[in-house]
């Protein structure tokens, strides 16, 4: 049934699996199995560092399977449903339903859809009190459950804060929950000893009416909070090296290393810098086994350093100048995408830029210096030209700026600094740079010291986001804006309260999927389920009296009620506060526990060793491969293809030859690019490189890294025309019970020829017009030879996709 569905599928290679380093384990010969769901697509999905973070943890375990699975796209959900096909994992490709705990990571409000989506598409119900002891126990997690009061009808139990050690600690209460034959009451009870695990059931939120809570009354005796889960030391849970290599393109498709948990700069409007207090840095020798390792078992070409202000990382200049000077021969680029503008100098640039500039942005929130420090964002408006110019001084070409609009304390005067600091920008700018900005709308968030402040109506927003444009300069300034719409949606979630997921509900039935996506979002249909439902969602807007009772009031993030309030004074006293490192503000998240900040001594690793140097470089040989590509690897579209080969080869450890220029591509050379589906027994593939090792020994190498499906048949020295000249002869084999011998005739195309005359004159032809030869070799298999023609590829596209009756392999004849 899958593969009916499959080639009809927009990108079918987020559904095929059999990724690089994916792990497959025996299901039935495992304690407890759990299906980590990312509610967005595979490219999203797998960009997220703690989807890679766990599923690798969670399998290193003998008695734990975890295995990943994602929300279907539209086409795909539509034909799943058509077929019977339900939501599945990548590695068994068992429903949902089979496994004992199905885990959802909300990463923002937005995903409640796809959640929705998933589970009805799976057959399981949606809230938790109308499931069955057979099904699974559906667990949510991730920054969006600091409030998961809009959520948690959905969820048996969410798990709050780091999730390393009480997944860990689920598995085994489960293991021993199923040894013993126990309920699945009695299994959530259990989980009430977890620190981190929140039970919605056992808590009865007291409100009168909408987003007005009087109380939040436990139920369980003994279970009157739930505390953060929070690891004391990230060492002792090494981030994996062996990550998953995905065929499509990621979001953010780069090798990943976690540097730091944790922030210590304290900007007030910030969610992330909140709840994951304290700052915890990875040891440096730790991190610099896993780049080397990492690099080594995915091939990736581009390197990420992680955390929530890479700058801030203790040793960070002497850190990127080592793994450049192991890497840069490798042509591998380093991108650290949280790099604060106070953390810059022209030393750190030189050496980000050394193998290719990844890209370069800034975040100055707001264009007035004096909002900023309300914020607790620290950074002059002359400080950021500065670092403007030494951006494009150090020959980037492309900035990009991030501003919000909203903010507490914001005028109309603040509003029109902005483009009066893009054009202070702009003049420090080279003739051929460019601003990219992104202008998005300010959300209130839970646990910040803005969480009783205002977010503006959407109407207002537009007003705001007109004002600015109306003065921004133009010329090279690109603006990626905000309608807002999702941004007003989002902040009637981020502070809500249960009452919000019968809005959802009914929203999702009404058609509302995939609302982070922009192109998807429709708002009406929101509006529409908020009038149904009787609910008023602008008093989730409203700004909040400072002794409220807030819906997530018994989630404690560490941080004192008292230290939000200090800090929502001070900002509004223009009030700035110390970074943890420089005083402590006694936010209360540290304690005698261990909790506590961890830096990393700069010594416990000598970053002044010589590197060694690299091996002198023989002659370039050039190659030619000639590669299989057969089974589920014909779902790979060419640039796939191409991206897996590359990275096979890094992980062979062949040393490709690079092209000159602003971004280096090795020196690889394929021949005409397959059809979607289509399958090949011979792909020629041309490469470029410095080695001394004969073919044989680099396809016997070579193979010991591809992906199932894709394999070297043969390896030899390149002469000069392998791929220079055209087949005069196309062949193809037709494999399958019915294969559609009268279809040849319905294959038409539009060509041009020329007439007695010499004029061009347009005339149809048929695939069978092309057919110099058929023949079935044996039953079941016919040999189709064809004269060359561009149109033969996309006419035998439309063949493959009326059904998976047949396949079709390109065959190339060699010499």
Same mark, same amino acid.
């Given at each position: ?5 499959l080639?009809r ?7 095929i699996?059999?990724?690089?380093n ?11 199995r759990i ?9 999203v ?15 290193s ?18 034909a ?10 990548l ?16 990463q ?20 938790w009190e ?7 126990l ?11 009061e ?17 997944l ?7 293991r ?15 989980l ?22 009087t ?6 005796p ?12 990230l060492?002792?849970y090494p981030?994996p090296s ?10 953010h ?27 915890r ?21 581009e ?6 202000s ?13 793994i ?9 680029a380093?991108?650290?995408?949280s790099?604060?503008?106070?953390s ?5 640039m ?33 400080e950021?030209?500065?670092?403007s110019?030494m ?18 304390? @914001?005028?109309?005067?603040s *509003?029109?600094?902005?483009p ?5 920008? /702009? !003049?420090? %700018? &080279? +003739? ?15 646990h910040t010291?803005?969480?009783? @402040?205002e977010q503006?109506? *959407?109407?207002e ?6 004002l600015? /444009? !109306?003065? %921004? &300069? +133009? ?6 804006g905000?309608?807002g ?15 919000l *997921? ?23 249909l ?40 200090e ?8 009030k ?21 900040i ?31 590509k ?9 640039l ?9 080869m890094?992980?062979?450890g ?11 591509m ?15 027994l011979?792909?020629?593939v ?17 193979n010991?890294?591809?992906?199932s ?28 019970d019915?294969?559609?011998?009268c ?15 010499n004029?061009?004159?347009?005339i149809?032809l048929s695939?069978?017009?092309l057919?110099?030869?058929m ?21 035998l ?19």
């Amino acid at each position: 049934m899958l593969k009916d569905i499959l080639i009809r599928a927009e990108r079918p290679s987020r559904y095929i699996g059999g990724e690089y380093n994916s792990i497959r384990k025996t299901f039935d010969e495992t304690d407890v199995r759990i299906a980590l769901v990312y509610p967005d697509t595979y490219e999203v999905g797998m960009s997220h560092v703690g989807l890679r973070i766990l599923y690798h943890l969670l399998n290193s375990l003998d008695f734990v399977l975890a295995e990943r699975a994602f929300s279907p796209w539209l086409d795909m959900a539509k034909a799943m449903e058509e077929k019977g096909v339900l939501p599945f994992t990548l590695e068994s490709r068992r429903p949902l339903r089979d496994f004992d705990i199905v885990g959802f990571s909300l990463q923002h409000e937005l995903a409640i859809t796809n959640v929705l989506e998933v589970l009805r598409l799976s057959n399981i119900k949606a809230l938790w009190e109308e499931r069955s002891e057979k099904d699974p126990l559906i667990i949510g997690g991730g920054p969006a459950c600091f409030n998961p009061e809009p959520f948690c009808g959905i969820f048996d139990a969410i798990v709050i804060g780091d999730g390393e050690e009480v997944l860990l600690r689920i598995c085994e209460l489960l293991r021993d929950c199923k040894r013993a034959k126990g309920s699945k009451e009695e299994l959530l009870l259990s989980l009430t000893k977890i620190e981190g695990v929140y039970i919605p059931k056992f808590f009865e939120p007291i409100s009168l009416k909408p987003s007005y809570v009087t109380e939040v009354r436990p139920l369980l005796p003994g279970y009157e909070k739930v505390k953060k889960a929070i690891l004391k030391d990230l060492d002792l849970y090494p981030f994996p090296s062996n990550q998953v290599v995905p065929f499509t393109q990621l979001i953010h498709d780069r090798y990943v290393v976690e540097i730091a948990r944790g922030c210590i700069r304290g900007c007030r409007f910030c969610q992330a810098g909140m709840i994951y207090r304290p700052l915890r840095e990875r040891a440096l020798d730790g991190i610099l086994e896993n780049v080397t390792k990492g690099l080594k078992n995915t091939g990736y070409e581009e390197l990420s350093l992680l955390s929530l202000s890479s700058g801030d990382y203790s040793c960070i200049q002497a850190l990127i100048k080592h793994i450049m000077d192991k890497n840069e021969s490798e042509r591998i680029a380093l991108s650290l995408p949280s790099l604060r503008v106070d953390s810059m100098n022209p030393e750190l640039m030189e050496q980000i830029k050394r193998v290719r500039k990844t890209g370069f942005t800034i975040a100055p929130e707001t264009g007035s210096e004096e909002l900023r420090f309300r914020l607790n964002k620290q950074l002059t408006d002359k400080e950021i030209c500065e670092i403007s110019s030494m951006v494009f001084e150090a020959g980037w070409q492309v900035l990009k700026l991030y501003f919000m609009i909203g903010l507490p304390f @914001e005028t109309d005067d603040s *509003l029109k600094a902005m483009p009066d600091l893009v054009s202070r920008i /702009l !003049k420090g %700018m &080279p +003739k051929k740079g460019k601003l990219h900005l992104n202008i998005s709308c300010f959300v209130p968030k839970s646990h910040t010291p803005f969480q009783w @402040e205002e977010q503006i109506p *959407l109407d207002e927003f537009k007003r705001r986001y007109e004002l600015v /444009l !109306k003065s %921004m &300069p +133009k010329g090279r300034v690109f603006l990626r804006g905000n309608p807002g719409e999702q941004s007003w949606l989002e902040g009637v979630f981020s502070r809500g309260d249960r009452r919000l *997921l019968y809005v959802a509900l009914r929203a999702y039935e009404r058609g509302a999927r995939f609302d982070a996506w922009g192109d998807l979002f429709n708002l009406q249909l929101w509006h529409g389920a908020f009038k149904e439902t009787g609910i008023d969602p602008f008093l989730y807007l409203r700004k909040r009296n400072l002794e409220e009772v807030m819906p997530w009031v018994h989630i404690d993030s560490g941080i004192k009620r008292g230290f939000l309030l200090e800090e929502l004074k001070r900002a509004k006293e223009g009030k700035t506060t110390p970074p943890c490192t420089t005083a402590c503000s006694n936010c209360g998240v540290c304690n005698k526990e261990g909790i506590q900040i961890r830096l990393t001594p700069p010594d416990i690793f000598s970053l002044n060793e010589v590197v060694e140097e690299q091996k002198n470089k023989v002659e370039v040989q050039k190659i030619l491969l000639v590669i299989t590509k057969l089974k589920e690897a014909k779902y790979l579209g060419h640039l796939e293809f191409m991206r897996t080969l590359h990275r096979a080869m890094r992980r062979a450890g062949l040393t490709l030859k690079h092209s000159e220029g602003y971004h280096p591509m090795p020196k690889v050379s394929f021949n005409n690019a397959l059809p979607l589906g289509m399958e090949s027994l011979n792909e020629m593939v041309e490469i470029e490189i410095y080695s001394s090792s004969s073919p044989r020994e680099i396809k016997k190498e070579l193979n010991r890294f591809l992906p199932s499906g894709i394999r070297v048949k043969k390896a030899t020295y390149c002469c000069k025309s392998d791929l220079g000249d055209k087949e005069k002869i196309m062949r193809f084999l037709l494999v399958g019970d019915k294969v559609p011998l009268c279809v040849l005739d319905e294959l038409k195309f539009k060509t041009q020829s020329k007439d007695k005359a010499n004029y061009n004159t347009d005339i149809e032809l048929s695939l069978r017009d092309l057919i110099l030869g058929m023949r079935f070799l044996t039953k079941g298999v016919l040999l189709l030879e064809l004269k060359h023609h561009p149109k033969v590829m996309k006419l035998l596209t439309s063949l493959l996709s009326q059904g998976e009756t047949f396949g079709i392999k390109r065959v190339i004849k060699l010499s």
